[in-house]
């Protein structure tokens, strides 16, 4: 079992930044990829950026540009600053966690989310 904690989240102005943090603990083979995800009320959960274990980072293309994902080592908790925040990126965040368990298969593990609220 992996435990998987966000936080960070909270209400900012528009033009504003936050950094959101994903915290893991477990007892597992591996940790392979770490990705930031979002769903705003209404639509479907999308990826907002992603981490693999040799530290390669993708991102939406909407948040290109204005967002950066990192970590220190693979068991190290994940940071997602977001800068320039707009309205359109209120939505609740979530941190999946992918890990290869000792039986040889790939499992994701999610957090609870951590509400980001973009308005004046």
């Known amino acids: 079992q992996v435990q998987v904690v966000e936080s960070g989240g909270g209400s900012v102005q528009p033009g504003g930044s936050l950094r959101l943090s994903c915290a893991h603990s477990g007892t597992v083979f591996s940790v392979d990829i770490v990705g930031w995800y979002r769903q705003a009320p209404g639509k479907q959960r999308e990826l907002v950026a992603s981490?693999?274990?040799?530290?390669?980072?993708d991102y939406a293309d909407s948040m290109k540009g204005r967002s950066t994902i990192s970590r220190d080592n693979p068991g190290s908790p994940v940071y997602l600053q977001i800068k320039s925040l707009k309205p359109e990126d209120t939505a609740v965040y979530y941190c999946?966690?992918?890990?290869?368990?000792?039986?040889?298969?790939?499992?994701?593990?999610w957090g609870q989310g951590t509400q980001v609220t973009v308005s004046s």
């Open positions: 981490i693999d274990t040799g530290g390669n980072a």
């Open positions: 999946n966690v992918r890990v290869l368990e000792f039986s040889g298969s790939y499992v994701d593990y």
